[in-house]
């Protein structure tokens, strides 16, 4: 079966939109970076929220944050409440190291929008791990908080898998400081994190001594990978069951591979027959 590859072509336009001209004229150093975009802008998906106990005792003082609970739960756009960073500074993949290290994003608690698109910026800050699936509200707590290690214990209490999955069940804990654990995000260098006298991996899988998420950067090597996959297989007639019936039905039409992105995640799509998804990967988180 002929098999004509448009993924790059695709990719480039998606990055484009966000990022227009590409900043490094690579585009698969362009796509991790625009993967780090993407995932710290929140994709739209409805979350389970939890609430911690420290949260509930300043959402009396701060309405935002049960806007921001609301938007959460809901799958809408959280985009008015995050920092200016985060969502201007697009091709920067280091643009929040927090959220790269430990899967955390800060949303500002402003009473009112001072644009259409971003609510007033405010000192005090609502901190967030956030998931694909779920999202839990850890703390208020000033700018500079970026490495408090107090607010992952606020995470084991509030919602103990959310931290658990990553816990070294056989390692013993060596306590750090907070300064400390700032130098070693500074350097891309990963350690375990004492929490409770137990020993986690960052709960968002870490960083690279470049700074990006490993994470995402293993979601864009998962990507290539597949792609490679798929190429191979059909070029040699090997198309998995399920897809079988909408392949063959348009025999002697190639398979013109696509590249798509929506809040679910990245797709490969055949675009020869009406965007068939070939695979559907996790959305980003």
């Not at 959460?72 to 643009?95: C, F, I, M, Y």
């Not at 400390?180 to 991996?201: D, H, P, V, W």
Request: cysteine-free.
């Amino acid at each position: 079966m002929k098999v004509i590859d448009d993924t790059q072509k695709d990719l480039e336009r998606l990055i484009a939109a966000d990022f227009g001209v590409s900043p490094t004229g690579d585009y698969q150093a362009d796509f991790v970076n625009w993967i780090h975009f993407r995932a710290r802008r929140v994709p739209r998906l409805p979350r389970r929220v939890f609430v911690s106990h420290e949260v509930k005792l300043h959402q009396i003082k701060y309405p935002a944050i049960e806007q921001i609970r609301m938007v959460l739960q809901a799958g809408g756009d959280v985009g008015p409440w995050l920092s200016e960073k985060t969502r201007k500074d697009k091709t920067n993949h280091r643009a929040d190291m927090m959220f790269n290290d430990w899967q955390v994003l800060h949303f500002h608690l402003g009473g009112f929008f001072q644009s259409s698109t971003t609510i007033r910026r405010s000192g005090p800050l609502l901190f967030v791990h956030i998931t694909a699936e779920a999202a839990t509200l850890l703390d208020v707590q000033p700018h500079g908080s970026w490495t408090m290690t107090a607010l992952l214990e606020i995470l084991l209490r509030t919602n103990p898998p959310g931290l658990e999955r990553y816990e070294g069940r056989k390692v013993t804990p060596m306590r750090l400081t907070d300064d400390q654990y700032s130098n070693l995000r500074k350097k891309g260098a990963n350690t375990f994190i004492e929490i409770a006298g137990r020993a986690f991996m960052s709960p968002g899988m870490g960083l690279l001594a470049s700074g990006h998420a490993a994470r995402l950067y293993l979601y864009r090597d998962h990507f290539f990978i597949t792609l490679e996959t798929i190429q191979k297989n059909m070029g040699g007639d090997l198309v998995e069951a399920h897809l079988r019936s909408a392949i063959y039905a348009h025999l002697g039409v190639p398979v013109r591979l696509g590249a798509y992105y929506d809040d679910r995640g990245m797709a490969i799509i055949d675009k020869n027959r009406n965007g068939l998804v070939l695979h559907q990967m996790k959305a980003l988180e």
